[in-house]
């Protein structure tokens, strides 16, 4: 059973930054191949932010931050990272952690494709 713990969050003004970290533990070396990024704001659905995978295969964005965030992991530390740079108001939402040992290619960004989750990180953007 993998679990996982998301940290880094807080509040920013426009334009900041934060880096957002989560640890997993209890893997195997293989269920946590792929993990990402997903933010869920209130009233809104859940939607994928970034996903990267343990080795080989380029990283996952979704659009609307595409350029401004990075996903990157540290496979020693069992670590995966969001740096979330120029930092919007829409950005606001509560992060979430998720792993799997592999999704369907192309549906990355899919909460359905994972099996283990974090309990969020809460990241609040002002104007």
């Known amino acids: 059973q993998v679990q996982l713990v998301e940290s880094g969050g807080g509040s920013v003004q426009t334009g900041g930054s934060l880096r957002l970290s989560c640890v997993a533990s209890?893997?195997?070396?293989?269920?946590?191949?792929?993990m990402g990024w997903f933010r869920q704001a209130p009233g809104k659905e859940r939607e994928g932010v970034a996903v990267i995978y343990f080795g080989g295969l380029s990283p996952v964005y979704a659009d609307s931050v595409r350029g401004r965030f990075t996903i990157s992991r540290d496979n020693t530390k069992n670590t995966v990272y969001l740096h979330m740079n120029n930092l919007k108001p829409e950005d606001t939402a509560m992060y979430y952690c998720?792993?799997?040992?592999?999704?369907?290619?192309?549906?990355?960004?899919?909460?359905?494709?994972?099996?283990?989750w974090g309990r969020g990180t809460q990241v609040t953007v002002s104007s």
């Open positions: 209890g893997d195997d070396g293989y269920s946590s191949a792929c």
């Open positions: 998720a792993a799997d040992s592999a999704v369907v290619p192309g549906s990355e960004l899919e909460e359905h494709q994972y099996k283990y």
